[in-house]
Structure formats: C-alpha cells, structure tokens
C-alpha cells in the first residue's frame, strides 16, 4: 500500500508538529532547570549542568527540523534527535532502579522520528 503525496504531507506534519512540541517543552525544562529534570539526571547519575546545553540543542533541533530551506541542517537534526533518543533509552536501560517505561518512551519517539523522516524523504521525491 502506498501513500498519496497529500496523505503523507498530512502525515508528515502531524507527526512532526506532536514531536516538536515534546521537545520543545522539554528543551524549555531543561533550560528553566526544573526540578522533575535535575531529579531525572540524578537518576540517571547524569550533571544537571548539562540540562541547559541539552534544552538548548533540542530547540535549536526543532527549529531545524521545522525549517524547510536548508536540507542538510534538517538530516543533521535527525541524525542528532536519533543519537538523543538512542542514548535515552540507553541510559535509562542501564539506570538502577529505572522503569521499563523509560526505556520504552525515547524507542517510541525514536520510531515516530523514523516514520517524520521517511514521510520527509518521500515528500522530496515527489518534488525532484
């Protein structure tokens, strides 16, 4: 089965939009400081110093992805939110006392990156 360009830019834009604004919200967290995500690093055994730098790429990411004019700046924000997630979901794995939700949430998002990127690419196939 396969999509029709109007199926897939529909696809394309709600997946994206639902992606950027968890990310957005948790770069803002980051970079405020917020208790829940100093907790979280110390979970993880992770500095909280590193919050601010985190939620500042992770917004500098969305607004990469967002933006449609420089192609090679969009497929290094998805190589950087693939490493982001991956290594999310790997350090919550290796946590002591971690929940398996935690593991499960960055594979998930990691997954619906894949399906953002693939409907991505397909779009510009229908354009070259």
Known sequence: MTMDRKTTKILYWVLLVIFCLFHVADGLGGIMKTQAGIDAMN??????????????????GVIALVQNKFKTIKE??????TFTLT???VANACAANSQIAFVIMPIGFLLVLFLIYYCWRKLNAFVA
Do not use: S
Not at 76 to 81: C, L, P, S, V, Y
């Open 43 to 60: 979970k993880l055994g992770m500095p909280a110093y590193l919050m601010p730098f985190l939620g500042t790429l992770k917004i500098l």
């Open 87 to 89: 290594g999310a979901a």
């Open 76 to 81: 290094w924000a998805f190589a950087g939110f």
